[in-house]
């Protein structure tokens, strides 16, 4: 059980540098952000958008 843990540590740590140094580097940016945050919402979120719910994030 506690082998799982670990390894899902692990991968988070390796996952979170990974996008620092994508960041970093120029890879990931804040409009690219805004983006995929915008998309996640609205498959999230899908039926708020028929009520007219804007789910665009502005910077």
């Known amino acids: 059980m506690s082998g ?3 390894t899902r540590v692990i991968i988070l ?3 979170v540098i990974g ?3 994508a960041w970093d580097h120029g890879y990931l940016t804040l ?3 805004r983006t995929v ?3 996640l919402l609205a498959i999230l979120l899908w039926w708020l ?3 007219g719910v804007n ?3 502005h910077g």
Do not use: M
Request: glycine content about 0%; overall charge positive; hydrophobic content about 70%.
């Open 4 to 6: 799982k843990w670990v």
């Open 13 to 15: 740590i390796y996952l």
């Open 19 to 21: 996008v620092f140094i």
């Open 31 to 33: 409009s690219w952000l």
């Open 37 to 39: 945050a915008s998309a």
């Open 49 to 51: 958008i028929p009520l």
């Open 55 to 57: 789910l665009h994030i």
